[in-house]
């Protein structure tokens, strides 16, 4: 058939026989027959596809002053390559990369067609061809805005090339190309938009964004542009991504600052560069940026000044210039005043407490001089004072009230003991309502009358249900008060268990968490015995309750021998019966963890027994008395429970804590070589975590016996009960009965655990390292 008689018609058949031949082939690829045409297609179609691109090459050479010629060809060439490595050989070897930058060359004013280029370049040779094409046409505007949104494109779509390019060469061009024509605003968005995502995620790039002077540049356009809001935008982008580190973001955070304070006020209303802008100040650690917004105003919804506060509250104090010490008494200033223009919006109120919490903790822990801290001191007064009063105000709000809590038990965790903030917050929360609310004078306790409360006793009864806020609350008094106000309102609420679990946790954490424990709080040590075991026996159900109690009675026990006043053995009676049914509550119950309840047993079986240590080893008589109590047979059945939910030859810490703890109580009630001898020989051989909990247990005894040292003379009678003799001197107790040979056995058992092996070695060692064989 002869050219002439082939028509648009039959041309479109032929193209698309062309393409359904191609897909039947690859069907059937396993047939010879498809096989073998497809083979001859090879050349024919090489031929074919050469001869398009050379008469479409040849087309735009001929006509290359003809806009419509050249941006048809690239249209086809486009199209042709897309996904083609052989069509790009093809074009590649027939000079289509000349007759495009022909085209350019004759049209450099012709953006559509230079950005239709530059993407056909960039398929040929990818973005390094763009990147120097763009250096190339940096003098033209039309070329260098095809060329940034051709690289910006082709970028996003192939990140990994932008990785493996030269640092150094991609910053320099891109940021000479923008600033040549930092003038056209369509350049210069774009532009920093391209720099913007650049730096967030190559830290190389940000190096040599600041070493070719990229800092100044970007602070200049944002001061030149402070109206337009897309280059406000993608500047405050950039300076958050420079503020990640590697760009020396400090040498330029007093500027940049002071930028972002502008961008703020001016595009008050514009809530993509208010988050950018936020998240700059947070990176940057610029609280100054926020302080005159805020106090003037410009944050006119309630959305846009808790973006403000929230970034506020990130900023790392001390960090940087705009964030010092000197510049909070501003920053509180400001955040009281925010609190005062949404003063109805609980989520301003919210977010304003934590800020006054947070930066008045850090001008009383800052390291500057005690003179300049003096003069910062009325700014934390007015801090604290704003938050005393929003207690008061807002007292029916328990979110408002619990913020405002946490902020002060901030604030007075950062003071020493002595400091007149700390004081300052007693005498108010000792005051009483002024309104008259809370009844005349008195002091903490209700010194006054039935109806004279201070400011935390009035919130514990207002919201006597909220377990959150009971608990903050009752730490608040602790630390402030003392643990005497904490024992009142456990005796005032002695039926609420929203009261009661909080006011445990908070006596353990004071005695607990203390090395030395103040006077006023060693007095009330006797006081906190009677209110936990008080607590245990008006909840006696209630598993965690009684977990936490008999921890808090293992701390307060722990301090018995600090105090003089103590008024004998009957509280530590007392306290071990409430330890010993809180036992006998998950007696039986399996730890096999599979649901909260069996985890809360194992928890409570822990504490539990770690109290009735506490009190033995601080009254070695009660042994005796908890043996003749027949508590043996409680304390075995734990170590049973415990024992039996770990698996043969697998480790579990908590698991292994709570045998230790079990066999250590078994020791003192029944003597060390009962309580761990039996317990090697049943369990040590098959379960290293029995055998890790009961050389734990004999490094424990040991210890507990030198350190004792010359205080033999208070110990009972040896001769009177042997098991308490066994405590007193469990070494030879446990050499006498053969427990070095045991552990020896426990050794070879668990040759392979090096940290079991470790602890075995060391209970040896302790033992004397003589290896007495077992009888």
Known sequence: MSPEGVSDEDLQGLIKSLNTLQWTCWKNFSDPVAARALQRLRVPMAELMGYVVSSILQEMKSNPADPQVQAMGVRMLRALIQDSEALKRIVLVGGGVEV???????????????????????ELHGLASLLQFLDHLRESPPGVRAGIWAFAASAKAKWSEVQHLPPNDVVRIVLAAVDAHKDDYRVLSKGVELISDLMLEMPEMRAAFAALGGWPWLLQVMENNGDHGRIQLHGCKLLSALSKGGAW??????????????????????????????????????ARALVAPMRSGSFKSASAMVAALRSLHGVALGQSEGAGAEDMPAVVDAVVHAMGMYSERYDVIYEATGVLGRVAAFVLGSSCTASVRQGLFPSVQLAVNTLLHLMRVRMADAYSV?????????????????????????????SQDPSGGSGGGGGAGGAGGEGARNLLAEITAAHVSNDNLQLTVMWLNG????????????????????????????????YGDRIEVDCPDLECLPDALRAVTAAMANFPENIILQQHACYALCTIAEHSGETRCWPGDELFTHSVIAAAGALRLVQGRCDGRRDPSSYNA??????????????????????????????????????????????????????????????????????????????????????????????????????????????????PDPSTDPEIAAVIAPVQALNAAGCGAELMNAMQAHAADEDLQGRLHLAVGFMGGHAVPAA
């Open 402 to 430: 619990q913020a405002a809590c946490e902020a002060l038990v901030e604030v007075v965790e950062a003071c020493d003991e002595h400091s007149p903030v700390r004081s300052s917050i007693r005498e108010s929360l000792l």
């Open 249 to 286: 973001a400090e040498q330029h955070s007093k500027r940049a600052i002071q930028v972002l304070e502008r961008c703020l006020i001016r595009h008050d209303s514009d809530e993509c560069v208010l988050y950018w802008a936020f998240w700059a100040v947070q990176q940057l650690n610029g």
């Open 479 to 510: 630390i402030v008060l003392g643990a005497r106000t904490v024992l009142q309102q456990m005796v005032q609420h002695s039926a609420s268990h929203a009261v009661q679990l909080p006011a445990i946790k908070t006596l353990s954490r004071l």
């Open 602 to 715: 194992l928890y409570l079986r822990k504490e539990a027994t770690r109290c009735i240590v506490s009190m033995c080893a601080a009254r070695p008589s009660l042994s005796k008395w908890l043996r003749d109590q027949g508590l043996q047979e409680v304390l075995a059945d734990a170590l049973k429970s415990t024992a039996d939910s770990v698996w043969d030859g697998r480790r579990d810490a908590e698991a292994e804590e709570t045998l230790r703890l079990e066999l250590l109580a078994l020791s003192y009630v029944l003597g060390p070589p009962t309580a761990i001898l039996e317990s090697l020989r049943r369990w040590g051989a098959v379960k290293p975590a029995v055998a890790r909990a009961a050389a734990d247990a004999v490094v424990d005894l040991a210890r507990g016996a030198m350190s004792r040292g010359g205080q033999q003379q208070q110990q």
């Open 100 to 122: 495009l930058v022909q085209g350019v060359r004759h049209h450099p004013t012709d953006e559509n067609l230079l950005s239709a280029t530059l993407e056909a370049i960039d």
